[in-house]
């Protein structure tokens, strides 16, 4: 496994004379990238950025996907995959030990144990509170949920409070203010990030989505009122991009 503290670890190590520059070297050999022919897997960024690269599994062959989380899990203590469709998910699992699948959020993570424990008694204080308009916002809630989550933060949900009752999202108030970042998710006309940001002093992150009837153009309508929203403070992702939210709420949160 190879993060920062490792190499801190390892650096130190030279540094005492425990271990040649040359062991050093050896032991670095891995980075900056393992080609595995199809991918060349980025093992670097996690000490550049923080967190290790995510795995986006739409669009590859499930061999591609089972060898690239194999890969990535010998060399961190924390594998995020995105996009995981369950018979891929059931592949991974086969083959890759420390497997937690997330149906609702398509999302696989591999972790050490060690690592979910810390994790787990690391969620206190701050929080980051997802919340969505409908039901059928929930798949891309609960992405950004769980990345948020296997990031380290502390995430709490409220869902279904969408603009067509107010009272849903009224009776939240509580948990709405009291959060560090909020990541808001709607389709239809996309009005509940404006609503939301009206209503607090901290960072809104807005997140369209694909649901909707005709001329919600899969999401664009969305995408284009989140875009205009007259609340200052909202953020606006892609459309259906709960990853990359639940990634951006992690870092304001952190």
Do not use: W
Not at 6 to 24: N, W, Y
Not at 126 to 144: F, H, I, R
Not at 166 to 188: C, E, P, S
């Amino acid at each position: 496994m190879m993060d920062s503290r490792a190499i801190q670890k390892l650096l130190a190590r030279v540094k005492g004379g425990e271990m040649s520059v040359d062991e050093a070297l050896l032991a670095l050999r891995s980075l900056p990238y393992d080609d595995c022919g199809f991918a060349k897997l980025d093992l670097h960024r996690g000490i550049r950025t923080g967190f290790p690269e995510v795995v986006f599994c739409q669009g590859k062959t499930c061999e591609q996907s089972v060898e690239i989380v194999k890969r990535l899990a010998g060399h961190h203590a924390t594998v995020l995959a995105t996009r995981v469709a369950p018979e891929v998910a059931e592949r991974i699992a086969a083959a890759v030990a420390g497997c937690t699948y997330h149906a609702a959020a398509r999302i696989l993570i591999v972790e050490r144990t060690a690592k979910r424990a810390r994790r787990a008694a690391g969620r206190k204080g701050k929080y980051v509170l997802v919340l969505c308009a409908g039901t059928a916002d929930l798949p891309v809630a609960e992405e950004a949920a769980v990345t948020a989550e296997s990031m380290g933060s502390r995430v709490e949900r409220a869902y279904d409070v969408g603009v067509a009752g107010l009272h849903r999202l009224l009776d939240q108030k509580a948990r709405i203010m009291g959060a560090n970042v909020l990541v808001v998710v709607a389709g239809m006309e996309g009005a509940l990030p404006s609503v939301v940001g009206g209503m607090v002093s901290c960072p809104v992150i807005a997140v369209p989505t694909s649901v909707g009837y005709g001329a919600s153009f899969g999401g664009l309508a969305a995408l284009l009122a989140m875009l205009n929203s007259c609340a200052a403070g909202v953020a606006v992702m892609n459309i259906d991009n709960g990853f990359g939210a639940g990634y951006f709420a992690h870092l304001v949160n952190r």
